[in-house]
């Protein structure tokens, strides 16, 4: 069946470094991809998508590159800050084109030090 | 976009009793989705709930103990039956828009 792995954590980073939380998943079909972001004390926020292969999905310094050949949609950013600390999420969608139901990885949090 | 609420937004309950969640949309939508985030946990979709029809439930989930309504295009509600304290997680609504999907802020609860 459909799956996502991501990088465990906790990942701690000080302020300004590179940030790669890697992710990997295993569907059939076409499915979309996202990550999501929760914040301490608040909810599940879409932070960017990319719905078909070679889509670069990009928020907040964020990117991320649907990689169909090594089925990956790894989230990097160049340069971190303290308020970037949550908790992230990668996800793909179980329906091809739409949605649908999501599938999410495990988690990764990030703690980002001054 | 679309914005979703979620009553209660915490709760603490005694086991054996059960809790209903209610899920209010800002426009009305097809499916909603109702998800479960145990404690330190990803997130598992529990059930799709469509207007008009019977929920959906995914492996490991059924009816009896998550039963739900959807009496309109904009409301849904889950109810948490016959708790136990396996069952203290926070249950989210979500709604589906194009290649968007929305969450609610969720509701916590916590059985003793």
């Known amino acids: 069946g459909n799956s996502v792995t991501q990088m465990e954590g906790p990942v701690t980073l000080s302020e300004e470094a590179f940030l790669t939380i890697n992710c990997t998943y295993t569907a059939t079909g076409y499915p979309s991809l996202f990550w999501y972001v929760q914040y301490p004390g608040e909810g599940l926020q879409l932070l960017l998508k990319a719905t078909k292969a070679d889509d670069k999905g990009s928020n907040k310094g964020f990117e991320a590159t649907y990689r169909k050949e090594t089925t990956s949609f790894h989230l990097e950013k160049g340069s971190v800050q303290v308020s970037d600390s949550a908790v992230y999420f990668c996800a793909l969608s179980s329906i091809s084109g739409n949605t649908g139901k999501l599938i999410f990885g495990q988690g990764t949090t990030l703690q980002v030090k001054p | ?112």
């Open chain 2, 1 to 112: 976009s679309a914005v979703i609420s979620q009553k209660p937004s915490r709760d603490i309950c005694q086991r054996g009793t059960s809790l209903t969640i209610q899920c209010q949309v800002d426009s009305q939508v097809t499916m909603m989705f109702w998800y479960r985030q145990q404690p330190g946990q990803s997130l598992t979709l529990i059930a799709t709930a469509n207007q008009g029809s019977e929920a959906t439930y995914e492996s490991g989930f059924v009816i009896d103990k998550f039963p739900i309504s959807r009496p309109n295009l904009t409301f849904s509600t889950l109810t948490v039956s016959n708790m136990s304290p396996e069952d203290s997680s926070i249950y989210l609504c979500s709604v589906a828009s194009s290649f968007e999907q929305y969450f609610g802020p969720g509701t916590r609860l916590t059985v003793t």
